[in-house]
């Protein structure tokens, strides 16, 4: 007699936990909208700090989008061999930091050892401040 397969559990996570989970890793993506032509996807490494998402940029398409509409960023664990993960999406207003605040963040960043996978120069640094966070997790069945 064949053993009834249990469907895969799927929970909403609630801020605090996306919080935690995007804390956990250092690569996103980050959705803005790009002159006339749409959305575009990149991804950049980022940190955590408080509620928000900082990462830092050169000029260029990046930083346009950022600072010019509201942006989603979003990130992910993912595991197809159990078919399980989680992913959290941060929507939210980018603002590029000057001035103390910058100096005040890249003193914090440093503290973390934040290091851009990408060499060069990326003088602009980048807060994103969350309007909303929601997160999803599924997790394989048991039985």
Same mark, same amino acid.
């Given at each position: 007699?064949?053993?009834?397969?249990?469907?895969?559990? &799927?929970?909403?996570?609630?801020?605090?936990?996306?919080?935690? !989970?995007?804390?956990?890793?250092?690569? @996103?993506?980050?959705?803005?909208?790009?002159?006339?032509?749409? +959305?575009?996807?990149?991804?950049?490494?980022?940190?955590? =700090?408080?509620?928000?998402?900082?990462?830092?940029?050169?000029?260029?398409?990046? %930083?346009?989008?950022?600072?010019?509409?509201?942006?989603? &960023?979003?990130? =992910?664990? !993912? =595991?197809?061999? /159990? *078919?399980? @993960?989680?992913?959290?999406? %941060?929507?939210?207003?980018?603002?590029? !930091? $000057? @001035?103390?605040?910058?100096?005040?963040?890249?003193?914090?960043? /440093?503290?973390?050892? &934040?290091? +851009?996978?990408?060499? $060069?120069?990326? +003088?602009?640094?980048? *807060?994103?401040?969350?309007? /909303?966070?929601? $997160?999803? *997790?599924? *997790?394989?069945?048991?039985?």
């Amino acid at each position: 007699m064949a053993t009834a397969q249990l469907p895969p559990s &799927f929970e909403v996570l609630y801020e605090e936990e996306c919080l935690r !989970l995007l804390a956990t890793q250092e690569v @996103g993506r980050l959705a803005v909208i790009e002159g006339g032509y749409g +959305p575009l996807i990149v991804p950049v490494n980022y940190v955590v =700090d408080g509620g928000a998402v900082v990462f830092v940029t050169d000029s260029g398409t990046k %930083l346009r989008g950022a600072t010019r509409s509201p942006v989603a &960023f979003e990130v =992910d664990h !993912l =595991d197809p061999h /159990t *078919r399980s @993960g989680w992913s959290v999406v %941060l929507r939210g207003l980018a603002h590029e !930091l $000057g @001035g103390k605040d910058r100096d005040v963040l890249r003193d914090r960043l /440093t503290a973390v050892s &934040f290091h +851009p996978w990408v060499p $060069g120069d990326k +003088p602009y640094l980048v *807060r994103i401040a969350a309007t /909303t966070i929601s $997160g999803r *997790r599924i *997790r394989p069945a048991h039985g």
